[in-house]
């Protein structure tokens, strides 16, 4: 079956730092690729978006300029958290597919900004 | 825009039980509906995929059902067993998932 990976799988910073966050799918070309976040005890939002080759589309009240997504080729987009704080810290997880209809997902990361 | 309903938030049974976690949604035009699995602190497990088409979808012991025009879904769970306890969520998908908040069940011994 499709597999996705994130890494890392686990990933504590100190506040102000920058975090990346990759997500591959191994196996297959992902067309469109997902982000989404979970805080505790709440469920996934989706944050974005991420088509190959083309600017990232963003979910309301998500920050395009801290949360940069770039997703470069067919089997890879990355997250990058820039000038992350605590109240970033979240589980990340991506899903991959090469259709909408078909998403596979990532292991997720957890981020603690300290 | 999309918006998905899981009822009970919180269920705890008794060992060997059978249960039906519920899911709703408001827009009907979807690819398709998943359930998923969530363990705490760990990513997701898919269980079962509906198609829009589908009515239906059977493993082991899960049992879905979506019913599009009504936006219900329900994920049924025969003879409960303790490692069933976990967060279940469910995702409806028209162009991208939506999730539900998700049913936290316990099962106990």
């Known amino acids: 079956g499709a597999v996705v990976s994130q890494h890392p799988s686990r990933v504590i910073c100190k506040s102000g730092t920058s975090v990346k966050i990759e997500c591959r799918s191994l196996d297959f070309q992902a067309t469109t690729m997902f982000w989404y976040r979970q805080f505790p005890k709440q469920s996934l939002m989706l944050m974005a978006t991420?088509?190959?080759?083309?600017?990232?589309?963003?979910e309301q009240g998500v920050e395009k300029d801290k949360f940069l997504i770039n997703h470069a080729s067919l089997t890879l987009s990355t997250l990058t958290v820039t000038s992350a704080h605590p109240e970033d810290s979240s589980f990340y997880i991506c899903s991959a597919g090469q259709s909408t209809d078909t998403q596979y997902f990532g292991p997720g990361t957890r981020l603690t900004v300290l | 825009k999309q918006e998905v309903t899981q009822i009970p938030a919180a269920l705890s049974v008794p060992e060997g039980e059978n249960l039906v976690l519920n899911c709703s949604f408001t827009d009907s035009a979807i690819y398709n509906l998943q359930w998923f699995r969530q363990d705490p602190g760990k990513g997701l497990t898919s269980l079962l995929l509906?198609?829009?088409?589908?009515r239906e979808q059977t493993s082991g012991r899960l049992n879905a059902s979506l019913d599009k025009s009504s936006g219900r879904s329900t994920l049924y769970i025969a003879a409960s067993q303790p490692g069933d306890s976990a967060t279940y969520l469910c995702a409806v998908n028209n162009n991208d998932m939506r999730f539900g908040a998700g049913t936290r069940l316990t099962v106990k011994p």
């Open positions: 509906i198609q829009s088409s589908q």
């Open positions: 991420s088509n190959e080759g083309s600017k990232a589309t963003y």
